[in-house]
């Protein structure tokens, strides 16, 4: 009823692992860090306060759990890399006035953005701008969050020329709009940020590609130098053939998507989509083909990158081009569980090379090359060991092997085989689709949505579960695929400009399943976040044998 005063007590508890302290309400993150725990404060990004990532400056309004964040923690990355990028947009803008940044692909930990300047960025430009930075940082250049109502943010935005940063908030449901400064420009920002640049330590700027890469220190080791980029030739190829498949179907943004979804022109985009998927798998089909030698194609890539459906689509193009395609499955190459490695937690790792009967399945590979018979076994997992059943396989001339699985870039997996015997394929969903000029769309949380989908619709996993998940998923990668990704002979981007409007329509309520006290909260609010952005798309325009469907259902594969 109005005018009835709440109450609430000016004090109280906030719980920091098993620790209790008093505070008023209102005190703000950093200082309660600074009062209670200043052995850790320095350190800290910000917090994890009831299950939600804030800022240091955000106040503490009511009794709760506190968890510190770090660089160790991939929440305190997240942090101190959108704080470079932000210093990085401003200095720019204080360096070479009238200058677009362009915020582009990630290249492991490192980010490319395109810069577009009169005359063009030289390397003199790269060093002078890494150095303004520096400066910034030396001098503690105060960086300003405000929450804006959507009228005036819009406004502010389209004077500051971000008419795509303004047509995200236009069809956004938010009141008010966070935007952020530091004094030279306004940008749209969504994830928290260091409250001054003081905060920032090792980072280096390099050019690349016509523009440069922001390359932060290496995960978990802020004081270490950051490292040398991996497989960025490949990726950046992957990156600008990607952008321009975006530039063909007119949507290389959010605001793009959903203009075309509300003006009703979503169905040709998704049709465009595919078939450029379509055109790239016959490509890469043609290129086994033309290897006249080729027996042996191994297709590798990390989890949800669409690998089996594209395998699938390959098998295809492979038997149109008069090539017989055979599957080869590694899940039977396994050795008994007693024989199967163990990881840092002592549970049974299944990702590990060794894992797999190396001797075993080069021995059959060899004798397939030769056009002989083997007896491929089948394993029994329920039992952790080969059944004493067999399938016979034997290798026609007019045929090729397919094998899959997340080893397949690793030659140890299929050394006894020559190099000219074997084509190797790398599959990941490499997205290029940003939100704004410097708010761009992590190539990570696309596969964590559709793996939060599948998992949901058909292997009986929360949204929650997969979440929790993720980690060890990533780490596994991380070990066992990333590396070898420079040796692959192509790469397919399985990525679909419109798929995170059509993962929407599934994910928004998996995602809202995730209970509020369940850490696996902090990830849910942020894609529930990030997926408010764009305007959904039911999946009846969704061919059927479009990657997706390995994802949402309705697929013409069988899995």
Excluded at 113 to 141: G, N
Excluded at 166 to 187: C, I, K, N, Q, Y
Excluded at 194 to 210: H, N, Q, Y
Aim: glycine share 6%; proline share 7%.
């Amino acid at each position: 009823m109005a005018g009835v005063p709440l109450n609430l007590p000016q004090t109280i508890t906030v719980r920091v692992g098993d620790q209790e302290f008093k505070t008023s309400r209102g005190t703000r993150v950093k200082p309660f860090l600074r009062r209670f725990l200043p052995d850790i404060e320095p350190q800290c990004l910000g917090a994890v306060v009831s299950n939600r990532l804030v800022d240091l400056e955000t106040p503490i309004a009511s009794s709760c759990e506190l968890v510190p964040v770090t660089y160790a923690s991939k929440e305190g990355a997240r942090i101190y890399r959108a704080t470079l990028a932000v210093l990085l947009s401003e200095a720019v803008a204080r360096l070479f006035p009238g200058a677009r940044v362009q915020v582009g692909q990630s290249f492991g930990d490192a980010v490319f953005f395109e810069v577009t300047k009169e005359p063009s960025l030289s390397p003199l430009d790269v060093e002078t701008l890494e150095m303004e930075m520096r400066a910034m940082v030396e001098r503690k250049a105060p960086i300003a969050v405000m929450r804006v109502p959507r009228q005036e943010a819009i406004e502010a935005l389209r004077a500051a020329g971000a008419e795509a940063s303004a047509d995200v908030v236009r069809t956004s449901r938010r009141s008010w709009v966070p935007l952020v400064t530091m004094g030279e420009r306004v940008h749209l920002w969504f994830q928290p940020l260091l409250p001054t640049a003081e905060g920032i330590r090792g980072f280096a700027v390099r050019p690349w590609g016509g523009g440069i890469v922001m390359c932060p220190p290496p995960a978990g080791h802020l004081d270490e130098p950051p490292a040398a980029l991996r497989g960025a030739e490949s990726l950046y190829a992957v990156y600008r053939e990607t952008r321009e498949w975006n530039q063909r179907v007119g949507v290389s943004s959010v605001p793009d998507l959903n203009r075309t979804v509300i003006g009703g022109t979503i169905g040709e985009v998704i049709r465009v989509a595919e078939a450029l998927h379509e055109r790239k798998i016959v490509a890469i089909a043609d290129a086994v083909v033309g290897r006249r030698s080729c027996r042996l194609v191994t297709v590798a890539g990390p989890s949800s990158s669409g690998k089996t459906t594209f395998v699938k689509r390959l098998r295809m193009q492979l038997l149109a081009a008069g090539v017989r395609p055979k599957e080869l499955s590694l899940d039977n190459y396994y050795v008994d569980r007693d024989k199967t490695p163990k990881d840092e937690a002592g549970e049974f790792d299944f990702e590990s090379l060794e894992a797999i009967d190396l001797d075993l399945l080069n021995q059959h590979l060899i004798a397939l090359m030769r056009g002989e018979e083997v007896q491929t076994p089948r394993y029994s997992f329920p039992r952790g060991v080969r059944d004493e059943h067999t399938t016979p396989m034997r290798l026609g001339p007019d045929e090729v092997l397919l094998i899959e699985g997340i080893h397949g870039l690793n030659d140890r997996l299929t050394e006894a085989v020559p190099p000219d015997k074997k084509f190797k394929l790398y599959v990941s969903a490499l997205t290029q689709l940003v939100i704004d000029d410097h708010n761009r769309v992590f190539t990570s949380d696309a596969r964590l949505i559709r793996r939060i989908v599948r998992d949901r619709l058909f292997r009986g996993y929360t949204a929650a579960k997969a979440i929790h998940m993720w980690p060890k998923v990533r780490a596994g990668e991380e070990k066992w695929i990333f590396p070898h990704q420079p040796m692959a002979d192509a790469t397919f981007n399985s990525t679909l400009v419109y798929e995170p409007a059509v993962l929407k329509v599934f994910a928004e309520r998996f995602l809202m399943e995730v209970p509020e006290d369940d850490p696996a909260h902090v990830e849910a609010v942020r894609l529930l976040e990030f997926l408010d952005l764009f305007v959904p798309v039911f999946a009846e325009d969704v061919p059927a044998t479009s990657i997706l469907r390995e994802f949402v259902g309705g697929s013409a594969f069988r899995y």
